[in-house]
């Protein structure tokens, strides 16, 4: 049975730092509805109705862009351990670009990864927390290291090159912020 919270309870913290891959699901007033697995060590919890993700350099730039439409945003994270869980985060964010002075007051909680693109600080309005029954029991193999080899492969400044060629506008033609 569904449990709502307005805070991130301390069990919750928990399993949100245990987590190896989460969804994020943002959209516009028009086009695409985007849902976008992340993984890494790319998530922090700053706060009981806060959380930070470091967003690293993809095929696109979905989640940036709808944010600037609509501040809305869901995050999903699952148990694939023994323990059945679905935990759901609604809320709002705002985006920090390397450029932004916020960006220096955050990405030192994160680990040095090439391609690290945006710093998504997300304000949870409601926490859902659901059975997970229905969700298989799946091992964790390890990470993948093609995304950062490819932005270390091509260095910061034609990373920045793609961003500008690559992000700087979603697939429905809206501007990221880049």
Request: glycine share 6%; with cysteine; aromatic share 10%.
């Amino acid at each position: 049975m569904a449990k709502f919270f307005d805070t991130l309870t301390p069990l919750i913290k928990e399993f949100i730092s245990q987590q190896k891959v989460f969804f994020v699901a943002t959209a516009a007033k028009e086009g695409r509805i985007n849902l976008s697995p992340k993984g890494m060590d790319t998530v922090r919890v700053l706060d009981d109705n806060r959380i930070m993700w470091l967003n690293l350099t993809g095929s696109g730039n979905e989640t940036a862009a709808h944010l600037l439409q609509e501040n809305r945003i869901t995050i999903m994270m699952c148990s694939f351990t023994e323990k059945p869980l679905i935990l759901r985060l609604y809320g709002s964010a705002k985006v920090y670009h390397p450029s932004d002075s916020e960006w220096g007051n955050y990405i030192d909680q994160f680990p040095a990864l090439a391609g690290s693109r945006q710093l998504f600080d997300m304000k949870i309005e409601s926490v859902q927390t659901s059975c997970g029954w229905a969700v298989p029991f799946m091992e964790f193999a390890g990470e993948r290291t093609q995304l950062v080899e490819s932005s270390e492969k091509k260095g910061q400044e034609m990373t920045k090159v793609y961003w500008k060629e690559k992000n700087s506008i979603s697939i429905d033609g809206f501007p990221t912020g880049i």
